[in-house]
């Protein structure tokens, strides 16, 4: 039995290291008081997120609500209760904030576990929800999602819209502690145009891409775009691009944007199958046939796909010959338009039914 | 039940037998490009199938509508899905109501009045 004093004295202890940020509760305030970024801003706060106090257990549509406003698409947390909230946990899973704001058209990123990268992102502008447990232990857990929209080095704290509470400076280091609970879990709703500034080129395209996935095809185009004047020489990029233009029926742009990526990535597979579909698309079949011969020499697990392309072409291409050669065996027809009308009906269902047979080979 | 684990089987035969053929000559997604090399072979439809399944069968045990559930299932991308399948019911789901407040506080306050006169 220790006397009261002496617990008095270690709560004392425990409370006041908590918040000088000691390296043991949270390491990362310390690492930051002990060495301040020199680039980073002193302090920070992004008046212009919008407030939307939380109802009991709305804190995922709320929180989500103020992000994707802040992002330029008006929302309220009503719109989202829908797309989040699981009544069956009486809260919202972190997968699905980030489904719901890409459903809204805008990109969703998970930070980097690192405060220092939260921080980078409030100064480049950009609100970030952020999960914290304030459960006391383990077994009773006490989940909240907050928006963090700025901060302060000198005074050590962090601004966040939370509940009912429009703006409530809360210490860093106690901050860090419940946010270190979640490992550090945070998230971005950007407009498509803007890339965060921590961000990494893996896993920005795999936020672009799941955008594509979602439907938003023209905004995923400009952050393809946005990808791409950050990380040029993307694969993913440049093949996103591709892939979006062609499925906004713009070849052209497909064509071109391939046509980079295989000449820059001239070990992708997938680079030199689009691109000669493309090509064929647009009846270029001797450059698709190059593109085809070369997408399946370099093997890979694409190879079945790619392998049907290069059959695809050269059906085309005999689908094609074997037009040329009717026209060349009547030469002496005065009337020369109808015969290629009905050539091109005629080899169209003939090339599909031999695709068919020939696929499941393949 | 019964009927339930009847259509999933049914389900689970004829994506088995269906997705094989499905590869056909076209476009190669993005997605398929980010994924590493390793990823793609071990790409098991099957698997991913199920849980996509299972994780829009959590999600109506947990209140939702089925197509809402479905809805919700669909806009979530592969990785999310086997991020969360068969734990959805541990994983973090930020809440907090005030009531969830009030239980803490409760029980902070009692530990600390068990912990000093014990």
């Known amino acids: 039995m220790y006397s009261f004093k002496a617990r008095l004295t270690a709560g004392f202890i425990f409370l006041s290291a908590l918040l000088s940020g000691c390296s043991f509760i949270a390491p990362q305030t310390y690492a930051l008081k002990e060495k301040r970024p020199a680039d980073l801003p002193r302090r920070v706060e992004l008046t212009e997120v919008p407030f939307y106090p939380q109802d009991d257990y709305y804190c995922g549509p709320s929180a989500l609500a103020m992000a994707v406003t802040a992002a330029g698409v008006p929302v309220v947390p009503e719109d989202l209760v829908d797309q989040v909230y699981l009544p069956g946990r009486k809260g919202s899973l972190q997968v699905e904030m980030l489904a719901a704001a890409r459903r809204r058209g805008l990109i969703a990123y998970e930070l980097a576990p690192r405060v220092e990268d939260l921080l980078r992102e409030l100064a480049a502008g950009t609100p970030a929800i952020v999960l914290e447990n304030f459960g006391p232990f383990k077994w009773y857990p006490i989940w909240h999602y907050s928006v963090v929209v700025g901060y302060d080095l000198d005074r050590l704290e962090v601004i966040r819209r939370s509940g009912k509470r429009p703006r409530l400076p809360t210490p860093l280091p106690v901050f860090e502690k419940i946010w270190r609970e979640e490992d550090y879990w945070s998230m971005l709703v950007l407009p498509p145009e803007r890339v965060p500034v921590t961000a990494t080129e893996t896993k920005y395209a795999a936020a672009v891409v799941a955008l594509e996935q979602s439907g938003h095809l023209k905004n995923s185009l400009i952050a393809y775009n946005a990808l791409l004047k950050r990380w040029p020489d993307s694969l993913t990029g440049q093949m996103g691009r591709g892939n979006v233009a062609y499925a906004l029926h713009d070849l052209e742009t497909a064509e071109a944007a391939f046509k980079q990526a295989a000449q820059e990535h001239t070990d992708s597979a997938a680079a030199f199958n689009n691109l000669a579909n493309v090509l064929g698309e647009r009846n270029k079949l001797n450059e698709a046939l190059a593109a085809a011969e070369k997408a399946v020499a370099l093997g890979g697990p694409m190879l079945p796909a790619t392998e049907a392309t290069l059959e695809e072409i050269r059906q085309k291409i005999a689908a094609a010959s074997a037009e040329d050669a009717l026209r060349a065996q009547k030469p002496a027809v005065p009337v020369a338009a109808p015969a290629p009308a009905q050539a091109t009906p005629a080899a169209k269902p003939k090339s599909k039914t031999r695709k068919k047979k020939t696929a499941p080979a393949a | ?118």
């Open chain 2, 1 to 118: 039940m019964k009927f339930l684990s009847k259509l999933i089987s049914q389900l689970l035969i004829l994506s088995m037998v269906v997705l094989p053929f499905s590869t056909q000559a076209g476009m190669i997604g993005t997605d398929q490009v980010v994924a590493s090399a390793t990823a793609q072979a071990n790409r098991d439809k099957v698997r991913e199938f199920v849980s996509r399944t299972d994780v829009q069968k959590q999600f109506e045990a947990l209140g939702l509508t089925a197509s809402t559930a479905a809805e919700r299932v669909n806009a979530m991308t592969q990785d999310e899905i086997n991020r969360v399948a068969g734990k959805i019911d541990s994983l973090p789901a930020g809440a907090s109501s005030s009531t969830g407040w009030w239980i803490a506080g409760v029980i902070v306050v009692g530990l600390i009045i068990w912990y000093f006169w014990k």
